[in-house]
């Protein structure tokens, strides 16, 4: 009887140092739920008589698993419908603000297609529109005769340059065979 109480003593320090097993516990509970017990340990039968009873008496029912998640699930519905109540405002007043802003856009554009003139005289005064296209004809007229002068001056190298332009043209030659043709000597190039 000596060495089931050192053993129980064993238990009880290695229980208040968190070291116990599950079957050690169950050992401890089986031990304060009898009658034998020592005087100094009658202070922890307490303990160990109310946890197995807590332990027998609470029991869960069969549908305790489902209706715990139904519980679940319908918190989560909650806050997913608490979140869509907190920014339906602030999306509403995005929206509005959105299509105000696209109809601002449509119509400012809108009204300057409409103000763009197809034909408008930038001139206030005739004659100062006079001298500008004056002026600017004078330029391309300029212009005009510098590119005339410059073919003038390459035609004029052409010639010079003595080319019988006949053989040249395709199109006024007809066609020979090329076995007729002779070949080019190295002497005349």
């Not at 290695?14 to 169950?26: A, V």
Request: glycine residues 2%; hydrophobic residues 40%; negative net charge.
């Amino acid at each position: 009887m000596m060495k089931e109480y050192e053993h129980i003593r064993f238990l009880l320090n290695n229980y208040w140092n968190c070291e116990t097993s599950l079957e050690e516990e169950k050992q401890l509970q089986n031990f304060f739920s009898g009658n034998d017990i020592p005087e100094d340990l009658q202070k922890y039968a307490a303990l160990f008589r109310d946890y197995k009873e807590s332990q027998l008496s609470i029991r869960l029912d069969d549908d305790f698993d489902k209706r715990l998640e139904a519980a679940i699930h319908q918190k989560e519905k909650e806050k997913q419908y608490i979140t869509i109540r907190i920014f339906a405002p602030v999306l509403k007043i995005a929206a509005s603000i959105l299509i105000l802003i696209t109809v601002g856009i449509g119509i400012y554009f809108l009204s300057n297609e409409s103000k763009k003139p197809y034909f408008a005289e930038t001139y206030n005064d005739p004659k100062a529109a006079l001298k500008d296209a004056t002026y600017a004809l004078e330029k391309l007229s300029e212009a005009l005769q510098r590119g005339e002068e410059a073919s003038q001056e390459t035609l004029n190298e052409l010639k010079n340059l003595n080319i019988d332009w006949t053989v040249l043209d395709s199109m006024n030659v007809e066609m020979e065979p090329v076995a007729e043709t002779e070949p080019i000597e190295k002497e005349n190039l």
